[in-house]
């Protein structure tokens, strides 16, 4: 893998019990390109509560369920648990 590649892939790990884990998703992008919350784009629009039901009623975890989605310059794959992977597109 190259140092590029390594550099545009970051891996985190979201709390599964937090009451809005869209929050997360904000703040993890925030903190990787160094920007303030609120200057980002509401995740609302993106992903329209998936996570929430990912995560506050998840399937068995034999499933091995993901959702993979866009926010900003990232494609974003988060497991029901908790493990999320954040690959820079542009």
């Given amino acids: 893998m190259s140092d590029r590649t390594e550099r545009e892939i970051r891996h985190r790990q979201l709390d599964t019990d937090a009451q809005n884990p869209a929050i997360q998703i904000v703040e993890v992008v925030a903190d990787i390109e160094d920007r303030g919350r609120a200057e980002l784009p509401t995740m609302y629009d993106c992903i329209d509560g998936m996570l929430d ?37 542009g």
């Fill in 53 to 89: 039901e990912l995560f506050s009623n998840p399937p068995a975890p034999e499933s091995q369920m993901e959702v993979e989605f866009s926010y900003e310059t990232y494609r974003i794959t988060v497991e029901q648990n908790g493990a999320a992977k954040f690959v820079k597109t």
